[in-house]
């Protein structure tokens, strides 16, 4: 056995027990916020302790078949006994490997539901038609794991798809999935708006926000102004006869948040103030790791062409992921929501450089 796992594990088992004793506390009901973390960290580290016990009698086992069949004095019985040995060694090695994988820290977000954001950048008419097709690949994405979709925002634009959208994914574990998607997505097509057939080059811009709640993001009723309007449609139409589209703007940030999709103004002000709930925990998360700029240009970049995490290839029906250099021909079934091959790649991408600390 490890020894220095063993020490950490022996680190590990100290804090279960540690949130045992926390969750015997009556004042821990009436502590909402406490009570989540302390009974998020019980379940995560039970599963670290529950591996660590599997791994050390694996261990234990291996080392009592080998010590029996030094004094066997059976031939066949200690062959035997050595062969177990070897065979519960190998189950320890792979317990092993896992406990050392489930010991990185893991994204506190990950079962969080999630909101995002598709914004039609450059190309024109042809970028917010290419938001659209986002959208209903994200949409088939969502249907395919039954996670439920909520419309938050929509503006649409005259030519088609959507100048930009924000809507939530309601579902354990959307933000695990979802996570990867944030940034610029590059498309090569010949438009349908394009008469001569000439190949064009377009980008929509996507963010990804963990939803959270009031509790964890308190927002001062003197931070923020609201503002009412009448919704419109394509071309400025008027939608609605009342003024029951909402518009919130952060004084202390400057971020503006418009939701106009419901007809009951509460109802727009309560989701207006969900997406800038997300924003704002967004940013305070970035100064916490400080592993991007503290605005959510960190996700979407410029919307330069230059600037890119994945480009959607028409001609030569393929999808390449430039983060991980991954390139798969199967552009129609990616853009009817089959995103798991490069989710599962992105995610092993990202276990593997926190696992070596990268």
């Not at 050595?82 to 893991?106: C, F, N, Q, S």
């Not at 933000?175 to 997505?185: L, N, T, V």
């Not at 923020?224 to 029951?244: A, C, K, L, W, Y």
Request: with cysteine; charged share 35%.
């Amino acid at each position: 056995m490890d020894p220095q796992l063993a020490l950490r594990m022996g680190e590990v088992e100290a804090a279960y027990e540690e949130t045992l004793v926390q969750m015997t506390d009556p004042a821990l009901a009436s502590d909402q916020i406490r009570y989540r973390e302390v009974t998020r960290r019980h379940a995560e580290l039970k599963g670290l302790v529950d591996a660590f016990h599997l791994y050390r009698a694996a261990w234990e086992d291996a080392e009592d078949a080998q010590e029996l069949s030094r004094d066997e004095s059976d031939p066949g019985v200690a062959e035997e006994l050595r062969a177990m040995a070897d065979e519960r060694r190998e189950a320890a090695e792979r317990l092993e490997k896992r406990l050392r994988v489930m010991l990185v820290p893991k994204d506190p977000n990950d079962a969080k539901d999630v909101i995002v954001e598709i914004r039609g950048a450059v190309g024109g008419d042809e970028a917010a038609i290419w938001a659209g097709d986002l959208y209903r690949m994200y949409e088939r994405y969502a249907e395919n794991n039954a996670w439920a979709i909520e419309h938050l925002n929509t503006s649409e634009s005259e030519a088609g798809g959507f100048k930009e959208i924000t809507f939530a994914v309601k579902g354990r574990g959307a933000y695990s999935r979802f996570k990867f998607e944030a940034g610029p997505h590059r498309v090569q097509r010949v438009p349908r708006t394009e008469s001569q057939g000439r190949v064009h080059t377009s980008i929509a811009t996507v963010a990804v926000l963990p939803e959270v709640e009031e509790v964890e993001i308190d927002i001062p009723d003197n931070d923020i102004e609201i503002d009412v309007f009448r919704s419109t449609g394509p071309g400025g139409q008027s939608v609605n006869t009342t003024d029951s589209a909402v518009r919130i703007t952060h004084k202390p940030t400057g971020m503006v948040v418009t939701c106009q999709d419901e007809k009951s103004q509460l109802q727009n002000k309560v989701k207006a103030l969900r997406v800038l709930r997300a924003r704002l925990y967004q940013i305070e998360m970035d100064k916490q790791h400080a592993a991007v700029a503290a605005d959510r240009k960190a996700q979407v970049g410029s919307g330069e062409r230059a600037e890119k995490i994945r480009t959607y290839n028409y001609k030569d029906n393929r999808v390449t992921d430039h983060r991980i250099g991954l390139t798969i021909k199967r552009l129609p079934e990616i853009l009817a929501g089959d995103l798991d091959d490069i989710v599962d790649a992105l995610t092993l991408d990202d276990e593997a450089r926190r696992l070596s600390g990268g």
